[in-house]
Nanobody, 115 residues
Framework: QVEFVESGGGSVQPGGSLTLSCVAS????????LAWYRQAPGQQRQSVAT???????NYTDSVRGRFTIARDHAKKTVSLQMKNLKPDDTGVYYC?????????WGQGTQVTVSS
């Protein structure tokens, strides 16, 4: 079981920026497509950004142009740079394999965007 540890969340005002980081426990993630997910209050967890092992990225419409996902194979990390944050970006952010349907999730990192 690959485990993930997320960090970097916080509280910011609208328009602010944050960069999230996630470290994986196993090198198997080097060949996996990874994703950042967001669970807003009262809503289901959803994918907001994905990155393949080759570096191809994809974003949900609501964050495209504001968020940037990146990965470092050597460090087994995946990051999410978030700019021009909006109140709707509030939630707990998790990283995991893309299209994950298993039960394991890390502890996540809380992002709160509020004035």
């Amino acid at each position: 079981q690959v485990e993930f540890v997320e960090s970097g969340g916080g509280s910011v005002q609208p328009g602010g920026s944050l960069t999230l980081s996630c470290v994986a426990s196993h090198t198997v993630v080097r060949v996996a497509t990874l994703a950042w997910y967001r669970q807003a209050p009262g809503q289901q967890r959803q994918s907001v950004a994905t990155i393949t092992s080759g570096g191809v990225t994809n974003y949900t419409d609501s964050v495209r142009g504001r968020f940037t996902i990146a990965r470092d194979h050597a460090k087994k990390t995946v990051s999410l740079q978030m700019k021009n944050l909006k109140p709707d970006d509030t939630g707990v952010y998790y990283c995991n394999k893309a299209k994950w349907r298993g039960n394991y999730w890390g502890q996540g990192t809380q992002v709160t965007v509020s004035s």
